[in-house]
């Protein structure tokens, strides 16, 4: 396993849960701090699958996080949407969670603490090259290290993906968002609402996305393709907006800013030309946030490549064990290639780059008093088309 992110945490522990013995590589040292929250949401099937890998962790994971039972919609500082949910039991998965993807990577790593998964810190993969019998890894220190099979979960920019002669493709959104993390005041807190806001008039008309997640606050604002993103991501350009849409007190609570002009991109082929290497998360595929597709289908992905590592060992002919990596493989390029079209669709949405889009949107705003499944559609298309049905391995993103 190549990389200690949330998907080769997961991956780990779907290998321990085969039985076989599993040693996760990482650049990165022990005791690192990852910064910024990342991915919030996890989705129920997502806690299934971990409940599934190791009993008891999806509700482990869900009592870190928070469930939000409000959602709402905004257009132009109307609301034209807005629908509450019972509260989540305590004893059963939830819808969703969200909590910060630090401590997500930390209840992960003692889950594999437990689980018996070894760990090699410090140790930069620079090269990868399989052959026959398995793969060689080469450390940034000297060192090298082989195996039968390899996971590599180790990020958008893998080196191990590269060194095979495997590349993400795929487009840049045009315009950039500015992601922030506000930490929430526990003795006067907003109310627990995902907020989407169409063409906020307070900040010229740009759609700004609010979601509460465990102690904090996620606020997206979309930049207008001519912005500059420097004017609404710096220090000062970010208290400027915030304090428009927010009561002033969170400009001084701010945790993470980063901007983002998100890439849509999926590898060339999930496995290697000798079926020794599988990819897994960001070294697999990159979509923009919404619909929370990029976390919930790398725990997919990590499952599917344990289970086929696991069944490719047990082949009695070379043929059979080429043909079960390379469906495993398959299975998530089409997985990773539904996800994104889903996430593009999100996107053009929000992007309304055409005045037909722009007409609709607003037409949708102006009707949905009278046609409420129009102010439900505008509530849910920034975040793509809803869920397909799960695929032959089980899984649905
Ligand atoms: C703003 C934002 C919001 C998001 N929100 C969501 C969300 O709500 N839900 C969701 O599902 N997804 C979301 N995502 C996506 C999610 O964060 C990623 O899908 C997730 O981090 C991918 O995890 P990973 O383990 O594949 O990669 P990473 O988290 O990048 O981990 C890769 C690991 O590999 C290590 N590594 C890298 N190179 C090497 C090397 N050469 N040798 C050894 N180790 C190496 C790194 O140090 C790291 O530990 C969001 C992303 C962003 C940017």
Redesign the pocket.
């Known amino acids: 396993m ?9 991956a780990a522990l779907a290998v321990r849960a085969t039985g076989r013995p599993v040693t996760v ?4 040292a022990a005791d ?1 701090v ?1 910064p ?8 129920r099937v ?1 806690l299934n699958v971990l409940d599934r890998i190791r009993p008891g962790l999806g509700l482990e994971l869900a009592r870190h996080g928070l469930g939000w039972s409000t959602k709402r919609t905004v257009y132009r500082g109307r609301d034209v949407y807005r629908r509450t949910y019972p509260p989540p039991r305590a004893d059963v998965l939830p819808a969703a969670t ?1 909590l910060p ?1 630090v401590v997500t ?1 930390r209840i992960l790593l003692d889950a594999c603490t437990h689980a018996g998964v070894d760990f090699i810190w410090e ?4 090269g990868a090259s399989s052959g026959a019998d398995g793969v060689r890894l080469d ?2 220190d000297g060192r090298q290290f082989t195996a039968s099979y390899v996971i590599a ?8 993906r590269e060194s095979l002669g495997l590349h993400l493709e795929g487009p840049r959104t045009s315009n950039a ?1 500015v ?1 922030v993390d506000i930490a929430e005041d526990a003795g006067d807190p907003l109310p627990l609402e995902r907020v989407f806001h169409y063409e906020h008039p307070a900040v010229g008309f740009r759609n700004v996305l609010f ?1 509460p997640f465990a102690g904090h606050w ?1 606020v ?1 604002l979309q930049c207008h393709p001519d912005d500059n993103p420097d004017d609404f991501g710096s220090e000062a350009g970010v208290r400027d907006w915030l304090v428009k849409v927010m009561p002033a007190k969170y400009a001084d609570r701010v945790t993470w800013v ?1 901007t ?1 002009v ?1 890439r849509q991109a999926i590898a060339t082929a999930f496995t290697d030309a000798n079926r020794r290497v599988l990819l ?8 923009a ?1 919404f ?9 997919a ?1 990590a499952r599917v490549a344990a289970r086929a590592i696991n069944s490719a060992l047990r082949c009695e002919t070379e043929a059979k064990r080429l043909a079960v990596i390379d469906d495993a493989a398959a299975a998530r390029v089409a997985a990773a290639t539904r996800n994104r079209a889903a996430s593009s669709a999100a996107l053009r949405h929000l992007q309304a780059a055409s005045p037909g889009r722009k007409l609709i949107r607003r037409s949708a705003a102006v009707l949905a008093p009278v046609v409420p499944r129009l102010g439900k559609w505008l509530d849910t298309a920034p975040f793509g088309p809803t869920l397909d049905a799960p695929d032959r391995f089980g899984m649905q ?1």
Request: aromatic share 8%; no cysteine; glycine share 16%.
């Open positions: 190549v990389g200690a992110g949330p998907v080769g945490l997961t590589i990482e650049a990165g690192r990852r910024g929250s990342r991915a919030i949401f996890l989705h997502t969200s993807q990577e140790a930069e993969v620079t450390i940034a979960a180790d990020g958008s920019r893998s080196a191990v968002y992601i979601v996620r997206d980063s983002y998100f897994a998360g960001e070294a697999g595929h990159v979509f946030p619909g929370a597709r990029g976390l919930n289908s790398g725990v992905d993103y």
